[in-house]
Antibody
Framework: DVLLVQSGGGVVRPGESLRLSCAASGFIFDDYGMTWVRQVPGEGLEWVAGINWNNSTAGYADSVRGRFAISRDIAKKALYLQMNSLRAEDTALYYC???????????????WGQGTVVIVSS | IVLTQSPGTLSLSPGERATLSCRASQSFSSSYLGWYQQKPGQAPRLLIYGASRRATGIPDRFSGSGSGTDFTLTISRLEPEDFAVYYCQQYGSSPLTFGPGTKLDIK
């Protein structure tokens, strides 16, 4: 079965950094794009970043471009989100998700992790 | 591409038919339109992709339709477990975007 297990959330101060991880199992990791989506409690879903199956291309929401970096380690079957210069408005529940095809666009998000909370507060 | 969903909240009873709307700020291929269901405390679940294709394991009471800028998710006969929030998403043009959601609650 496809499983995405997330880790790495926590409480940080504005301006600090945090790295989220997403461990994948149950599928051929380098056959699929991967993505991050966040959700402020009680609000809707916001796409954050995506990466192609082979690390060749990544895309970002305007709200995080230049501060966040998505990456993947194929050998470890892991997806990462490096979050720098964090702001209060980055506070949210962050989900990793598998994209249903190789590019991070063009396919829906067919499996999701359990989510990890990031709180940015002074 | 900005997605707008209506209504914001839909109050219906089990057994009734639900029709949820998703409208886009510009036209795009229906191949890139999906619908997700989210229940409290859970991650979203993919229901429909390509505007009308049911994801694996999704009951046939869920159906999708539409093209261009107007898309619809229909639940033919509501079951108690269908009361949730539903999001549409376009995944064909970066930045990928979600609609604000429609909350389907029990009348």
């Amino acid at each position: 079965d496809v499983l995405l297990v997330q880790s790495g959330g926590g409480v940080v101060r504005p301006g600090e950094s945090l790295r989220l991880s997403c461990a994948a199992s149950g599928f051929i990791f380098d056959d699929y794009g991967m993505t991050w989506v966040r959700q402020v409690p009680g609000e809707g879903l916001e796409w954050v970043a995506g990466i192609n199956w082979n690390n060749s291309t990544a895309g970002y929401a305007d709200s995080v471009r230049g501060r966040f970096a998505i990456s993947r380690d194929i050998a470890k079957k892991a997806l990462y989100l490096q979050m720098n210069s964090l702001r209060a408005e980055d506070t949210a529940l962050y989900y990793c998700a598998r994209v249903g095809g190789r590019p991070f666009g063009d396919y829906p998000f067919d499996f999701w992790g359990q989510g990890t909370v990031v709180i940015v507060s002074s | 591409i900005v997605l707008t969903q209506s209504p914001g909240t839909l109050s219906l009873s089990p057994g009734e038919r639900a029709t949820l709307s998703c409208r886009a700020s510009q036209s795009f291929s229906s191949s890139y339109l999906g619908w997700y269901q989210q229940k409290p405390g859970q991650a979203p679940r993919l229901l429909i992709y390509g505007a009308s294709r049911r994801a694996t394991g999704i009951p046939d009471r869920f159906s999708g339709s539409g093209s261009g800028t107007d898309f619809t998710l229909t639940i033919s006969r509501l079951e108690p477990e269908d009361f949730a929030v539903y999001y549409c998403q376009q995944y064909g043009s970066s930045p990928l975007t979600f609609g604000p959601g429609t909350k389907l609650d029990i009348k």
